[in-house]
């Protein structure tokens, strides 16, 4: 339900449903993704790097290609979060 909240940039419901998320399934990589990547399109900076900080002790992947999703605008989205959190500017 995150996921969807998320690319339907529903940013304050898709937190919530991640963090809830987390708390059942701990190392599922992608709810640090997704979370990382929705706190950082909602400028919460700090809480996207922190997340990416607990993604790091998980997997070295931070920013996956996400090459298998077809629509541009959801893909794009993602990364583009997910390298605001990382820092990146590509």
Known sequence: MGIGHFFARRFDEARAMLLRSLQHRPGWVPNYRFLAACCA??????????????????????????????????????????????????
């Open 41 to 90: 399109q909602m400028g919460r900076l700090e809480e996207a790097r922190d997340i990416l900080r607990q993604l790091r002790a998980i997997t070295p992947v931070a920013v996956p290609p996400a090459s298998h999703w077809r629509n541009l605008e959801q893909r794009e989205l993602y990364l583009s979060g997910l390298r605001l959190a990382a820092g990146e500017t590509q």
